[in-house]
């Protein structure tokens, strides 16, 4: 299927240190997105990267995406015991019926006081 | 704007009953998402409408499964008859025109079910 994979399911760290989490996919993207739920809570977006970038920042965010192996990672520089939540890439793609969203797995990330 | 408003938050039924879930777009925008979340299949897309026209309902589970959207605010997700494997988290989310993962979706708060 094209659902992105993300790895590592869970990772938990101190405050203060980065967090980074990677997504994988299978086929051709038009763009690639992050989000963040809180437990309990809807999804919040976070960044969009296209299929022509490389990197983007928001913030403590740095998101890369290679599209020659297919995978994109998210670092949260910093971390805060508030950035504790699961953190999902979605990728958009287009195939030969129209086209699609789709997000993976998730990460669930905790950060320890 | 108040976002993307679901209702209601909570819903608890008992099988065989009718369940309508309720969305209220963010205004302007043209493109609505309906997901389902489980903890075995994770964010599951169930249907989408790009001004208020169904495009691709192949996420719907079954024929117990139908959504409209009537009007450019307002959409309806209805189950009937329910079955306690139907209980999740369902959300509704929306986009600007050109959203189709073009832009970031909006979530709402989701609506939580539970059939017995």
């Known amino acids: 299927s094209q659902q992105g994979e993300e790895d590592p399911q869970a990772l938990s760290i101190q405050e203060g240190e980065n967090a980074t989490m990677n997504c994988s996919y299978k086929t051709s993207i038009n763009n690639l997105q992050w989000y963040r739920q809180n437990s309990g809570r809807g999804l919040v977006h976070l960044i969009l990267?296209?299929?022509?970038?490389r990197e983007k920042h928001s913030g403590r965010l740095r998101v890369t995406l290679d599209t020659s192996k297919k995978s994109s990672s998210l670092l949260i520089t910093a971390s805060r015991a508030a950035d504790t939540a699961s953190y999902f890439c979605?990728?958009?793609?287009?195939?030969?019926?129209?086209?699609?969203?789709?997000f993976g797995p998730g990460t669930r990330l905790s950060v320890l006081p | 704007d108040a976002g993307v408003i679901q209702s209601p938050r909570h819903e608890v039924t008992e099988m065989g009953q009718e369940v309508t879930l309720r969305c209220k777009p963010i205004s302007g925008h043209n493109s609505l998402f309906w997901y389902r979340q489980t903890m075995m299949r994770g964010l599951e897309l169930l249907i989408y409408f790009n001004n208020n026209v169904p495009i691709d309902d192949s996420g719907m589970p079954e024929d117990r499964f139908s959504a409209k959207m009537p009007n450019a605010s307002f959409s309806t997700l209805k189950i009937q008859p329910s079955e306690p494997r139907d209980s999740a988290v369902y959300f509704c989310a929306s986009s600007p025109p050109t959203g189709f993962g073009g832009y970031g979706y909006t979530f709402g708060s989701g609506t939580r079910l539970t059939v017995v």
């Open positions: 990267i296209r299929s022509n970038e």
């Open positions: 979605a990728t958009a793609y287009t195939h030969n019926y129209g086209q699609n969203f789709v």
